[in-house]
């Protein structure tokens, strides 16, 4: 009997397995892995933003975004009225969406940590978690709108993210998650989605916070409506910042106005005024139509054309074509635009990349405003001499006194430097450029407007240590009924240094200045500060110690420590700059004393001097020779003589030195020495 | 030793149950005979004992493929626990080394870094003469490029307002 029971027992069983195994099988298999198995996306990492430095300017983290399932919440209310303080959301709006939504509902999305940990706590039934990146900028309003921003769906919206996002967004992936009973995962399979691309800036956030800051000191203090200002290197086009007022930060978008969000480098037409002398002037050397010497009648202030007079900013008389440009005379220059005539005059401007994008990888460029002469009337090419009645973007203009700077190639600005994946590193085009005019018109240009730095209007533009060349800018602004304003202008310095070999060149515009409203004024000391801090982070050497401020360190005698010091590369009288060379940011005095283990002791942190490391220099100047080709023995017999320090570095005969050749020095200063083979 | 039993012959029929007249209380005897085969040996089948000892050692083999089996599968359950605890540590400490570099760049903010210096430190923007290069240009420099670049650049086939 028993054995029946068990027999019967068994193939219950047995057949009970057949069922579920064979006969159900597929429809099973399906039901458990719709409840073990999920397949979740997952949001590709944006790629980082870096500057030249590799100093990160935008990263994305993971972070939780807040969801509800509202069929599975028993009480919505209750969990409305939980969630709302907790997140920072409407309750009423909160609790409306539970109500209307069935299945899915956003209740906060890429809260932050603090914000999920207390969600967390709150354990409530159908309230989850999605994980998703969130863009952070770092070093917040720095360089705004070259970066740009992102939208919520981590979309770019702005510069570089929206310029490049295809490349930075990357593609999804997904993981197919099998969980047990407690949601806890066992197994996952992945199908990798592509990281987005990195990209490298060629800006640098120093010289862009150098650049930053002193146009926004610039700006509050004229009581501008905004300004920009814009480093490059001439030589190949790079932009080295880009700083925008007024600006906004993009972390937190949506507090800023559209006109902070606008990058004025691309964005941002405006008449050139004076700096445009320079395209005049140059155009008319490189035709051979005259040449710096040239005395140009300058009509005692005041020229007739089609009808109108145009009058200069105070009544000049014969000046050469170098003083035409050093006083900006409006006169002299038109009347050199119309030796080259509305045709030959339009392809300069047009060689110059004026009216023309610039296609710099950043979104929003405006080509400018620039009529054919087709369109001309008879005072257009007057006014266009004197940069009037045409429309510039700021990019434009830097690009253009560029090429005159690196002796006559128009280069292509560019700010992104690298895009990589991991080792891949994407092939950029390299540095195009073209001809506009050629080296000795560009050398003789130079030459004129470091005369203008010199003893013309660009005074407040000269650089202690360095020489320094540029155009001085005023230009009025159009007002709303068309007219030429008489009290909103637009200032501007556009220059390079050091003059002879520049390194940089740097454009300030400053819109809508109160009071000042002069470029000479306005725009010419911000190019002042940014030029001056960029060369020295950039260690470019001075090229003009006559123009540093006549104080001078006495040189004392050398204790066994100083000497130590010298031997380091120290001149007894540069305590002062202990370390200058490293960091843009000095102590503001060391006092002679060392401490027992011989380390400078700081001076007093009131930001003063410390009066004992500072004396007048009486003694006489000495002329820096000419060392190239000589062998080093030489020039260290030369230096000897003349009493300068020296020091050499490589080997060889001499190509480089720095101040150079024909320089004023005082006695014991130290020349420095590049030997090559 | 064989056992009889008395019989009288049936002079008619009667019924089952009713003992026959006048022998009602007759006993009946039976007798039992005892067979002792103990000294008998059973002949072992080897044939049947290979055939069970095969049939044991395959369920004991089967027994263990399935106790093999289980433990496999138990065993890539629990590892499958294992490598997503790992993912997960994973995921979170990449995730901690992004939010400490992203912590990094924004101490290293220079705007920071600068108001610091200036309020906390008492230090200044160097005067240009403080300012002296050690053994010419450095990386930063180096980074730009020398000047000369542009006068030995190749000029592409652009524009170019150059009448012939």
Known sequence: MV??????????????????????????????????????????????????????????????????????????????????????????????????????????????????????????????????????????????????????????LGG????????????????????????????????????????????DEKIQYTAEKALAEEVATAQAVGGVAIVQNPNTGE????????????????????????????????????????????????????????????????????????????????????????????????????????????????????????????????????????????????????GQEIGVTPLQMISAYSAIANGGILFQPRIVHDVFLGAHHDALA?????????????????????????????????????????????????????AYSKSQYVASFIGFAPALRPAVTVLVVIDSPVGAHHGTDVAAPVFRSIAEQTLSYLNVPQDNPSRWPQIITPKPAKTPDQKQEDFMGFLPSDRGSFGAATSPVQPASFSNQLSPDGTPQPGPLDGGVASSTVVLGDGPLVTVPDFSGWAARRVAQECEKLGLDLNVVGSGLAVEQNPIAGFKVPSGTRIWVRMAR | MATAALTLPKTRRRPRNVPAAGRANFPEFYFVKHIDNSRLV???DMERRRECFSLLGLGVLVFLFVLLFAWQHFQCVRYGYQGEQLKDEYATLEEQNHQLRLEQAALADPERIDTLARTRLGMVSPSP??????????????????????????VGSGDTPHEP
């Not at chain 1, 000046?319 to 045709?343: F, Q, Y």
């Not at chain 1, 240590?465 to 602004?477: D, F, I, R, V």
């Not at chain 2, 003469?129 to 006068?151: D, K, T």
């Open chain 1, 3 to 156: 054995g029946v029971l068990c027999f019967l027992w068994f193939g219950c069983v047995a057949a009970r397995l057949y069922y579920f195994q064979v006969i159900q099988y597929v429809e099973l298999l399906t039901r458990a892995q719709r409840q073990q198995q999920r397949t979740i996306e997952v949001a590709p990492q944006r790629g980082a933003i870096y500057d030249r430095q590799m100093n990160p300017l935008a990263m994305s983290l993971g972070v939780d975004s807040v969801y509800a399932v509202p069929s599975e919440l028993t009480e919505p209310q209750m969990v409305a009225s939980l969630l709302a303080p907790v997140l920072g959301v409407d309750v009423d709006d909160l609790r409306d969406r539970f109500q209307t939504m069935h299945s899915f509902c956003w209740v906060k999305r890429r809260v932050r940590p603090e914000e999920a940990a207390r969600v967390h706590d709150l354990n409530l039934k159908g309230v989850y978690f999605e994980r998703e990146t969130k863009r952070f900028y770092p070093k917040g309003d720095l360089a705004a709108q070259a970066i740009g921003y992102v939208g919520l769906d981590d979309k770019g």
């Open chain 1, 160 to 203: 570089i993210e929206y310029a490049l996002d295809d490349q930075i967004e990357g593609k999804p992936g997904r993981v197919l998650l099998a969980s047990d009973a407690r949601r806890r995962t066992f197994h996952s399979t992945e199908w990798a989605g592509i990281p987005g691309k990195s990209v490298v800036l060629t800006l």
């Open chain 1, 239 to 386: 932009i080295l910042a880009l700083a925008n007022q007024p600006t906004f930060n993009p972390n937190d978008v949506n507090a800023s106005s559209a006109a902070a969000r606008l990058d004025r480098a691309v964005g941002w037409i405006y008449e050139p005024g004076s700096t445009f002398k320079s395209v005049t002037l140059s155009a008319a050397l490189e035709e051979n139509l005259t040449n710096p010497q040239e005395i140009i009648n300058c009509q005692n202030g005041s020229i007739v054309l089609a009808g109108h007079t145009i009058h200069d900013h105070k009544p000049f008389g014969d000046l050469s074509v170098t003083d035409v440009l050093a006083n900006s005379s409006d006169v002299g220059a038109i009347k050199l635009g119309l030796r080259l005539g509305e045709d030959r005059f339009y392809r300069y401007i047009q060689a110059y990349g004026l009216g023309t994008k610039t296609d710099l990888e950043l979104p929003g460029e405006e080509r400018g405003l620039l009529r054919p002469p087709s369109h001309w009337s008879g005072i257009s090419i007057g006014e266009i001499s004197i």
């Open chain 1, 430 to 482: 390299p540095a195009t450029g073209r001809r506009v005019v050629s080296a000795r018109t560009a050398e003789m240009m130079r030459q004129m407007l470091a005369a203008v730095v010199d003893h013309g209007t660009g005074k407040p533009a000269q650089l202690g240590g360095y020489t320094s060349a540029g155009k001085t800018g005023t230009a009025q602004k159009i007002d709303a009924n068309g």
């Open chain 2, 42 to 44: 059973r002949e072992v």
């Open chain 2, 129 to 154: 003469q403080q300012v002296i290069l050690m053994g010419g240009p450095e990386p930063a420099a180096a980074a730009l490029e020398s000047p000369e670049l542009a006068h030995n650049f190749s």
